[in-house]
């Protein structure tokens, strides 16, 4: 079984410029999770997404956006990037609420 | 508010000897409970997670955690660490849609 997919896994960008982040779930998890892990913060929640639809979002500006598809696989956008937006970016799947995230690799995002 | 504490930043042990990292736990409500090991540049693997039942959790790995309601705890033990056990842990309490993470224990291992 594939795990959790993200693409790409690393990704430079310049200050203003606009990112985006792709992920694909565990085949049949409906509900998919971002996480910004960013030096010295941690990890923290970004965006859950279930069943297509945005249902929650952490403590980020409203630059921070994203989707799902009918396919369940998501994208993660960042407008008008700032240097202290580099971090690793997560994706994280599950089949439902409390059932154990499942992560993917990540994809590293450096703005300069 | 929820959270997680993790008070050990590093810990360093020689390979063969035993393990426990420590998590102590805010939540009001009987809390859903994980421990993730990260690899360098990696993703986080789940090592083993305590939804409720027995307190004694067994996971991946050789790894097993034991939930204190009492103590607010969920540590994580090996009984003889690899090299290859050499990572950043992670221990996250559920809170409903999201996790609350702690700051993670960076571990070495010596040879």
């Known amino acids: 079984e594939a795990g959790v997919t993200q693409s790409p896994t690393h990704l430079i960008k310049t200050r203003g410029q606009q990112a985006t982040l792709r992920c694909s779930p565990i085949s049949g998890h409906t509900s998919v999770y971002w996480y910004q892990q960013a030096l010295g913060l941690g990890l923290q929640f970004l965006l859950w997404y279930d069943e297509g639809e945005e249902r929650n979002r952490g403590n980020f500006p409203p630059r921070f956006s994203g989707r799902q598809f009918p396919n369940y696989s998501s994208e993660l956008n960042v407008n008008a990037l700032e240097l202290e937006d580099s971090a690793l970016y997560l994706c994280?799947?599950?089949?439902?609420?409390?059932?154990?995230?499942?992560f993917g690799s990540g994809t590293r995002l450096t703005v300069v | 508010a929820q959270s997680v504490t993790q008070p050990d930043i590093h810990i360093t042990v020689s390979e063969g000897a035993s393990l426990e990292l420590r998590c102590n736990y805010s939540?009001?409500?009987?809390?859903?409970l994980f421990w993730y090991v990260q690899s360098p540049g990696q993703g986080l693997q789940l090592l083993l997670k305590y939804f409720s039942g027995d307190t004694l959790v067994q996971g991946i790995k050789g790894f097993e955690a034991e939930f204190k309601r009492s103590q607010s705890s969920f540590n994580l033990r090996k009984p003889s660490v690899h090299w290859s056990d050499a990572a950043e842990y992670f221990c996250?309490?559920?809170?409903?849609?999201?996790?609350?993470f702690g700051t993670g224990t960076r571990l070495k291992v010596l040879a």
């Open positions: 939540y009001g409500a009987t809390p859903y």
């Open positions: 996250a309490v559920g809170e409903a849609y999201k996790y609350i």
């Open positions: 994280a799947s599950s089949p439902g609420q409390n059932y154990g995230y499942t």
